[in-house]
């Protein structure tokens, strides 16, 4: 499983996603940081953007990378490897690099400007928690409509329809 896991991770930290990921959340962490002088404002604008960004996000990549690697996945299966260490070390690839960049791009911006030593720190830890829960959640989601679902499309149809549900209607 540490393999799969190490593989998947690796191979998703390069993806230029993960990038895209990591220096959305950067360049919003410094523009609100810059633009305001309360922290707690800026963490505030932060939980409204990752209620809604990180299961999003988490939800499209999982189902995603599941799709693309369906190959990969059938020469794993014919290994003498558990099915378990296989998805279970996948799945634990996309959500720590997801977690990864999102921890990171969020992070850096908070350390740059020293607001660790304010009041605030609390909140934004707990935002992080939260952002790393959510992305953990959706991705395990996703793999659960991808392996349930043989056509694409219907994996796109019922992942982005749960995220709806879950992240915008309730």
Do not use: C, H
């Amino acid at each position: 499983m540490l393999k799969i896991l190490k593989y998947s991770f690796y191979d998703l930290i390069r993806s230029r996603w993960s990038y895209v990921y990591f220096l959305f959340y950067l360049l919003l962490g410094f523009v609100l940081l810059f633009l305001n002088n309360d922290v707690s404002k800026a963490v505030i604008t932060l939980m409204n953007v990752i209620i809604v960004l990180v299961p999003l996000i988490g939800t499209i990549f999982g189902i995603m990378y599941y799709y693309n690697s369906k190959e990969f996945t059938e020469l794993l299966l014919a290994q003498p490897i558990p099915r378990s260490s296989i998805f279970l070390g996948q799945y634990l690839g996309v959500a720590s690099s997801l977690t990864f960049s999102l921890v990171f791009g969020l992070g850096i911006p908070f350390i740059l400007y020293g607001r660790f030593r304010s009041d605030a720190i609390f909140d934004f830890s707990l935002l992080l928690v939260t952002g790393a829960f959510l992305t953990l959640i959706f991705t395990a989601l996703a793999f659960n409509i991808a392996i349930s679902n043989e056509n694409k499309i219907k994996g796109f149809g019922y992942a982005v329809l749960l995220w709806l549900f879950l992240a915008v209607i309730y």
